[in-house]
């Protein structure tokens, strides 16, 4: 492996084809240059220097110039980087976060049959200590840090239940936790089955196998696929899940870059699955890298229907590098172009000024065919086949679940639920009652919540803005009236957006009983864009006519 290694950083030290004399004169100038600088810093600034700290941050800064995916990791931050690349870790297996009431972290989602739920923590549960070491006030990767290990070690966790206010302490034994890559699959509805796939870690592809076999022989005769909210991961991984659906020996992907030995075709290798089952897949705007690479894939080849909205728009590959003293960087080495021939990445970055991202214009993007002659178009993510935009977040609930909300609202409500219910109905049909949201509420109003009004912030701007012109003394009766009918009413604003609200906390409460899967599972009942492709594949004329 070390010989591989350094193979790899010869090659990149050797000089490329086309860079001439005076670039090479240049880096080796600038480098000197930089050399220079630190150690006059070193020697003769008036503070002393922390190496590590000052030239990360020049390391960093020079990075930020280029794009957010080319990224350098000391050692201290490998190991993240390996978590993100494989899934893997070793841990209690739940989601934590800091507690803006309480100024502290608490536990916010166990992972099912994970040291966390095993040893019967809940939601909300309050972090206090961990063996020795208090975790009062600390942040959330503090104490993230403190709950990682090596799998096998055992700590005692103190920590409080809000709900009773009683303190206790529970003996963990940390191990190597493997975040679920199909969260859920399914059978939606008679003949159509569902796969839900979060990311794609090493491995993916066998999960997704084994749930498309099983699916199947549960009479799976049309299948949705959700990518939504799938920022990617392994290339070979996407290559492995489209051969799943199309014929051994078909062109997936290619890589294209500098160092032209490095340049890669991807094609499928093994005999597929099926390769005429209707298949819709669900994408969005966290649909990036490898699920762009998947999903366009099969849109290029006809093999499916994409639905939802448009995806990201990351079409650059990046491999990982090992540097001296145990340090790692993620390089972006090449961009990638789908069957078609385009490459769907969305946005240009320039170098110069300390860098900036400019989206590729509407105007300069080039049109490319299908397989069936389809047209589709490069420069700005996969554009759906059918679009279906999701409902809207209103601000109301945006403020409640989204922003920093100091009093807590939904978090306390959700804990005192799970205490106050032992069981509560299967996650597809569970849904909280009228008198629930109306207990929730209640909460809201006798708490100081604070959120801003859209409707109060566009006419206190266009009340500034006729000032300006003049024009608002002759339209000040008008101002009046309209202040007036859209003064601020929270008891109006939650009665408005009573259903949105009951959806989400319904969905927070079924997740702390039934973990992600029900969480997915409780998805269905709002979820438009899932309801239009059931109706698709129920509608084989038109699934049929859209790929043509």
């Known amino acids: 492996m070390k010989k591989i ?52 941050n020049g390391i960093n800064a020079m990075l930020s110039s280029l794009d957010p995916y080319t990224e350098y990791y000391p050692e201290d931050k490998v190991k993240d980087l390996k978590w993100m690349i494989t899934g893997k870790y070793a841990g209690i297996g739940a989601m934590i976060r800091y507690n803006n009431q309480i100024k502290n972290v608490v536990i916010d989602q166990p992972y099912e049959g994970m040291p966390a739920a095993v040893a019967g923590l809940r939601k909300g549960d309050i972090i206090l200590a961990i063996d020795d070491t208090s ?6 990767e503090y104490v993230s840090n403190h709950l990682r290990g090596n799998g096998g070690t055992t700590f005692m966790l103190k920590y409080k239940r809000p709900a009773t206010g009683k303190t ?35 491995g993916c592809s066998r999960d997704v196998r084994r749930a498309l076999i099983d699916l199947k022989k549960q009479g799976c005769k049309g299948l949705i696929f959700d990518l939504r909210g799938n920022g990617g991961g392994s290339e070979q991984e ?71 909205t448009r995806t990201f728009g990351k079409g650059l590959v990046q491999m990982t590098l090992d540097l001296p003293y145990n340090t790692t960087m993620k390089l972006t080495t090449n961009k990638y172009y789908i069957p078609s021939g385009r490459c769907i990445q969305a946005l240009k970055y320039k170098h110069n000024n300390g860098g900036e991202a400019v989206h590729v214009a509407d105007s300069l993007t080039h049109t490319f065919l299908t ?17 279906v935009k999701p409902d809207s977040m209103s601000n109301l609930v945006y403020y409640l679940t989204e922003v920093k909300d100091s009093n807590e609202l939904v978090l306390n409500y959700v804990t005192n639920y799970i205490a106050t219910h032992t069981t509560i109905a299967p996650a597809r049909s569970f849904e909280i009652s009228d ?23 566009y006419l206190k701007d266009l009340e500034k803005l006729a000032k300006f012109e003049g024009y608002y003394n002759d339209a000040k009766p008008e101002f009046d009236a309209l202040e007036k009918k859209l003064k601020h009413n929270l008891d109006k604003d939650l009665d408005f957006n009573k259903q949105a609200i009951k959806r989400m906390l319904s969905m927070d409460i079924v997740e702390a009983y039934y973990y992600q899967k029900g969480a997915v599972e409780n998805s269905f009942n709002d979820d438009k864009q899932m309801a239009e492709a059931c109706k698709l594949l129920g509608d084989s004329k038109r699934y049929n006519d859209l790929l043509k």
Not at 170 to 183: D, E, F, L, S
Request: glycine residues 8%; aromatic residues 8%.
């Open 135 to 140: 975790m009062v006030g600390k942040s959330s």
């Open 371 to 387: 397989a069936h002659g389809r047209k589709v178009k490069d420069g700005g993510g996969i554009m759906p086949d059918v679009e």
């Open 238 to 308: 996407a290559v492995s899940i489209v051969n799943m659906f199309v014929p051994k020996g078909k062109l997936v992907v290619s890589n294209r870059g500098k160092l032209k030995r490095a340049n890669h075709d991807y094609r499928t290798t093994v005999e597929p699955i099926d390769t005429v089952m209707p298949l819709v897949v669900l994408v969005n705007g966290g649909t990036a890298s490898a699920s762009e690479i998947t999903s366009g894939a099969l849109q290029d080849m006809d093999r499916a229907v994409i639905l939802g």
């Open 435 to 457: 008198a629930d949201f109306n207990d929730f509420k209640q909460s809201v109003e006798k708490s100081n919540f604070k959120y801003d009004v859209g409707t109060e912030k």
């Open 168 to 202: 206790m302490k529970v003996k963990i034994t940390r191990k190597a936790i493997q975040m679920p890559a199909v969260p859920y699959y399914g059978m939606v509805q008679p003949g159509i089955g569902y796969i839900n796939l979060s990311s794609f870690t090493e």
């Open 5 to 56: 290694l350094l193979y790899l950083v010869c090659l990149l030290a050797l000089p490329a084809w086309g860079q001439t004399d005076k670039h090479l004169f240049d880096v080796e100038k600038n480098l000197q240059i930089f050399n220079s600088i630190y150690r006059n810093l070193d020697m003769m600034y008036v503070d002393t220097l922390n190496a590590g700290q000052v030239i990360g």
